[in-house]
């Protein structure tokens, strides 16, 4: 199947190839849940039941999360930076990080 390109606008102006109508009537009882895998007391507890919650990038803590702001440098020190290699600005942080634990910043 090739894969189409669509706006938006097109996409919400497309025909529904679904029975809304028998959906809506549907009743709890008439739906086939034979194919799910038991809930888990982790989930029942949690009220999570969303695999795609699980998804991505671990939560950190809030002292481990970085915060994106911004700050200008003459060019001559962005330069350098940037001429220092990749990750320079994780570098960067953990060497102002440093200046402000040893009280020098």
């Not at 038991?38 to 039941?49: I, N």
């Not at 699980?54 to 350098?80: A, Q």
Request: net charge positive; proline share 3%; no cysteine.
């Amino acid at each position: 199947m090739a894969m189409v390109r669509m706006t938006s606008d097109e996409i919400r102006k497309r025909q529904s190839k679904t029975d809304w109508s028998r959906v809506k009537a549907l009743e709890d009882t008439d739906i086939d849940f034979s194919d799910l895998p038991e809930a888990t007391d982790k989930q029942l507890a949690s009220g999570t039941f969303d695999r795609a919650a699980n998804l991505g990038r671990p939560k950190l803590k809030d002292e481990d999360r970085k915060i994106g702001t911004y700050i200008r440098f003459s060019p001559r020190v962005l330069n350098h930076l940037r001429a220092s290699g990749k990750n320079w600005q994780t570098r960067l942080s953990k060497k102002v990080e440093e200046l402000v634990d040893a009280g020098e910043l």
